[in-house]
């Protein structure tokens, strides 16, 4: 073990340790009132690294009530005002970079050069970003359409937000949830998910350090004991969640009878289409890091179904099986490994479920990949190869349904249209990827396709000032830009003054 990593090994344990049993509740770290612990396991080595709180209703009370005392006074604290600390607090976040970017590969199994230490700096960056546009937050002035009226719209805060997140980003979607809603001048309680519940907690305690106690609240547990009475609570007024569909459709019932917006960011199923004539310098390597390989497949943008062209289809696999076999998967925290671990036994039971599909289709040919990770720096943590896959019917579930593991589906075409059949013929509309020179295909491609995040020969990820959200069931609402502060953690009122009539007359 090099220096570095048992370096980087002890700065994330010391901190798991410390954050251990712990809520953020009236900006203070404090031990729940639910006596009951869920264990939180390192991913990479499947030993338990400390416990969260496992809330209910009870504790739901207490963040709720301090982030609604709180809301009455935040909300009246000027916008810029507000983004000051709001800078403040993501300035505290670069000086403890080393810190955040170790406890979250500790969390997630993620690996700290390839995922964590990049997801930590676009966390920066967007905490950042929604600080600065504080100031930006403003309603509309009407020309005089009615006689003798003043006619605008203000752009207030709406009041407690509850924002429950998943384990595969917990730092990235942290805070494009909380960054906007605080500055927009509401209150937050966050749920953090059972699995990677301390990286998220970190980085709310060092922000919370800037703001006034209760405007940033943390609690830890399950989606149906701590999760439910959060979204139900009377007192909050707004949720916004990122996770599986069947959950954000339990989420978007519950909400219903108190008619509470909610902010939905599901899964996905997407393609990632190569023409003929795409440039294969740039399309192959697309291939895997579309797929998100790096991060065990773990991403609702992951491209895992992968059309290409016959003409070329030979040629793409053979190069994207070189590429695969260089990566290195080993210990999240290792700085030397490009992949980490899946989160959890169950996520990588998902995977063997998906993989067992494929293995009993006498078509299927698994061109890399294909097994668990056992033995040796692999025993006891989650760990399969990265697999890709061809020969597998569009219709079979592995390429319907989102594996959230590291398997990608390859698919032969023969023309443009056949492929976009099929990549729209699914439920989900969340990212698109298509590879070609020629311009105007591309044009075709952006509108016809039915996904609401499209590129054409890139797939980088969704990052600060970039909208980002799905259509179809892939969500409801975008995030991570300007629009997403105004449209989701805003309310309006149309305002209509009488002008009146002097009473000079001179
Ligand atoms: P999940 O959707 O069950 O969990 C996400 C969050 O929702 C967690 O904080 C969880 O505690 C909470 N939750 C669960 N049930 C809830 C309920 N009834 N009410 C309120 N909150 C609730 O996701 P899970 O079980 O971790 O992963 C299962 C699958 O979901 C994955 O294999 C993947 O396909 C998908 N997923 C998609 C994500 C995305 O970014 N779109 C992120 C995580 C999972
Ligand atoms: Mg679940």
Request: hydrophobic content about 40%.
């Amino acid at each position: 073990m090099s220096d570095d990593f048992k370096k980087n090994i002890d700065l994330a344990l010391g901190n798991a340790k410390r954050l251990s049993n712990k809520i953020l509740i009236d900006g203070k770290l404090i031990s729940a009132k639910s006596s009951n612990k869920i264990k939180v396991v390192n991913p990479s080595t499947g030993e338990q690294i400390g416990e969260a709180p496992q809330c209910d209703k009870i504790d739901v009370d207490v963040a709720v009530n301090s982030a609604e005392t709180t809301f009455h006074q935040w909300k009246k604290i000027p916008a810029r005002e507000r983004g000051k600390m709001m800078t403040a607090a993501a300035r505290k976040l670069e000086e403890r970079k080393d810190e955040i970017e170790t406890l979250l590969a500790l969390d997630t199994g993620n690996a700290l050069r390839t995922q964590a230490k990049p997801e930590t700096t676009a966390s920066i960056e967007l905490t950042h970003m929604f600080a600065g546009l504080a100031g930006e937050i403003k309603g509309e002035n009407y020309p005089p359409n009615i006689p003798n009226t003043i006619h605008y719209t203000t752009k207030d805060p709406i009041g407690v937000v509850c924002a429950i997140i998943p384990w595969n980003a917990p730092l990235f979607l942290t805070v494009a949830k909380i960054a906007p809603a605080i500055v927009a001048g509401n209150t937050v309680v966050l749920k953090t998910a059972e699995q990677a519940p301390f990286c998220a907690l970190l980085v709310c305690e060092i922000l919370q350090q800037e703001l006034p106690p209760g405007v940033l609240n943390v609690i830890s547990g399950y989606g149906e004991e701590c999760g439910e009475p959060l979204i139900t609570h009377e007192k909050v007024r707004k949720v916004t969640f990122t996770g599986s569909f069947s959950v954000g459709k339990i989420i978007a019932l519950k909400a219903a009878p108190k008619l509470c917006p909610v902010t939905l960011e599901l899964g996905g199923k997407n393609p990632n289409i190569i023409m003929s004539d795409a440039d294969l310098e740039l399309a192959i390597p697309g291939v895997i890091d579309g797929m998100r390989y790096t991060r065990q497949g773990q991403a609702c943008t992951a491209g895992s179904r992968v059309y290409i062209h016959e003409k070329i289809y030979d040629k793409v696999l053979e190069g994207a099986v070189d590429k695969l076999s260089k990566l290195k998967m080993g210990n999240a925290l290792d700085e030397t490994s490009d992949i980490g671990a899946i989160i959890s036994e169950e996520q990588l039971n998902r995977t063997l479920y998906y993989m067992d599909i494929a293995k009993k289709n006498i078509s299927t040919e698994i061109l890399h990949g294909g097994n668990q990770s056992k033995g040796g720096e692999y025993k006891d943590g989650f760990y399969y190869e990265p697999t890709l896959l061809s020969g597998l019917p569009v219709s079979s579930p592995v390429c319907q349904e989102e594996v959230f593991g590291p398997v990608a589906c390859a698919i032969p075409f023969k023309s443009f249209d056949e492929a976009m059949k099929s990549a729209n013929d699914t439920p989900f509309g969340l990212s698109a990827v298509l590879w070609t020179k020629d311009l105007s295909r591309a044009l075709q491609f952006v509108d016809e396709i039915e996904a609401g995040f499209v590129q054409v020969n890139q797939c980088v990820a969704p990052r600060a000032n970039v909208s980002y959200g799905g259509i179809k069931m892939s969500g409801l609402g975008k995030e991570y830009a300007f629009d997403s502060m105004m449209n989701h953690f805003t309310q309006s009122k149309t305002v209509l003054i009488n002008r009146g009539k002097s009473n000079i007359d001179n």
